[in-house]
């Protein structure tokens, strides 16, 4: 599930970062750069040769940008048991000056807000659904370096 919000952090943070000269330029390609359909074997595992064609996610874009994703992909945490993929459960994604809002179907926090700063997150603050504030993970970058002071309700974690 981690991998799962990666690549959409990252594909979502592609999708917002533009600058104003290179914008004609996108706008000409920006149907090579925005596909409606990846096989999730492809996405989740690169090197995997298997595939199952009824499980894909898909991907809706507005000027230019991500601003949804349908399907998720669960991985087993137990190897005797077979992964899922649920094609009808989305992520929405809307922008904001310099926040991303992700909105989930399913999940533990259906609501992530991104601050992005530099083109990278600056901070993130994790909801659940009532809407009430769980978690605020803060991200400093060092040469080589990614840390994240992370606070959930009194709980304190800092990594690297």
Known sequence: MKIFFYFLFILGMVSCGTNSDDLQENQQNSTDLEPNKAFVFYMEFPKSASLQPSWYYTFNYENGKLIKMTGTFAKSENMWLPDNFYPDSFTTLSYHNNQTEVKN????????????????????????????LITVKNYTYEPGEIKIYSKTYTFETYYT
């Open 105 to 132: 179907s399913n999940n533990m926090y259906p609501t992530i807000v991104y601050t992005i700063e530099n083109d990278k997150p600056k901070k993130a603050e994790l909801y659940d659904q009532f809407n009430q």
